[in-house]
Nanobody, 122 residues
Framework: QVQLVESGGGLVQAGGSLRLSCAAS????????MGWYRQAPGKQRELVAT???????NYADSVKGRFTIFRDNAKNTVYLQMNSLKPEDTAVYYC????????????????WGQGTLVTVSS
């Protein structure tokens, strides 16, 4: 079973920055679109940003101009650079891969990481 492992969450003051990382745990042949989602307490999970294999990006309006998503295909890793953080950005952030193909040829669909907590204090 392939896993996505997130890192980089933590506590930061409003206006600060954090960088999240997400890497696949197995020998990967290719990963399709990847993205970051978040879920705040008492709220539904929402899209933050996505990036295609070719590098095309899409952002939620609430993070445009503050967050940047990018990926390193050679490392099978996706990143989320978060600047000018606000208390309302506090949430568990989840990494997602649309599909992951292993070196064995097996493909997993809709793979999720375990989540990493980001807390922004005012």
């Amino acid at each position: 079973q392939v896993q996505l492992v997130e890192s980089g969450g933590g506590l930061v003051q409003a206006g600060g920055s954090l960088r999240l990382s997400c890497a696949a745990s197995e020998r990967i042949f290719s990963i399709n679109a990847m993205g970051w989602y978040r879920q705040a307490p008492g709220k539904q999970r929402e899209l933050v940003a996505t990036v295609s294999r070719g590098g095309s990006t899409n952002y939620a309006d609430s993070v445009k101009g503050r967050f940047t998503i990018f990926r390193d295909n050679a490392k099978n890793t996706v990143y989320l650079q978060m600047n000018s953080l606000k208390p309302e950005d506090t949430a568990v952030y989840y990494c997602n891969a649309d599909s992951v193909t292993l070196s064995t040829g097996y493909t997993y669909l809709k793979v999720w990481g375990q989540g990493t907590l980001v807390t922004v204090s005012s």
